[in-house]
């Protein structure tokens, strides 16, 4: 079977899309009309910039990215959108989880996500509990694929013996300062399964101003996140997730895949890091 394709650079619907609320403990943001227009904005410019591949979560201002982004891709083609949604961990039990999915699909005001991942391991509910759920998701047609997040080799072992269906992606955090993906063998692990390993946070530890990308941007004629963005996209089955609000830098984010990374680029930032 054909692994599952995602564009090599989405859009992540979190921060300010969501209106995360400071010390919120994942409560819904205040009412304010004014700030979901600026954030269904930030979203459509995302769209006319080229990004196919929209990623959001019930965590995320508990269901407000998921009603934002179902109000930007309204009067878009489905078919040239892949939307990803995460189960909240809390409601990785079988019943709980068929109703956070049809809350999430009416909160982005579709009938089907392409993925639906699970946030990450809730170690009170039994995996197989989960997976119970998510095969019948598959099968009623609310969900096209099956995804996880923050799961290690034992735990995404677990998963792909439980899931009828391959899984499509395992997103961690992983980027140019945080290695663990590769140092704790989950990196290899997924390319020899062919699941896409999907890089959170690509930019954070100060990625955007390390003196070997700063420098390697200068000498490419790119920035700094395009540097950092194709050392990720440019390994074996890795795509990732940047978001921004600015417009400019949506569209710079996304022609990181344009940008060449050489040998001796390659060696100067592990050479730099390790």
Known sequence: MKPFELPRIGF????????????????????????DDRSVSILKSAIDAGYRHF??????????????????????QRDEFLVTTKVNPANLAYTDLLAACDRSLSRLQLSYVDMYMIHKPNPDVPLEDTFRGLNELVADGKIRQIAVSNFDVPMLERAVSL??????????????????????????FCQENDILLTAYAPLRLGVLTHPAVVDIAHRSKATPAQVGLQWLIGQDGVVTIPHSGNPSRQRDNLAATAIVLSQTDLAQLDAAIT
């Open 55 to 76: 990623d959001t979560a019930e965590m995320y201002g508990a269901g407000h990215s998921e009603t934002m982004l179902g109000r930007a891709l309204q009067g878009c």
């Open 163 to 188: 899931s009828e269906t391959p899984i499509a992606t395992n997103q961690v955090f992983y980027n140019l300062l945080h290695r663990g993906p590769v140092e704790t063998g989950l990196l290899g």
């Open 12 to 35: 992540g619907c979190w921060d300010d899309v969501a209106q995360l609320v400071k010390d919120g403990n994942g409560l819904p943001p205040p009412p304010d009309a004014m700030r």
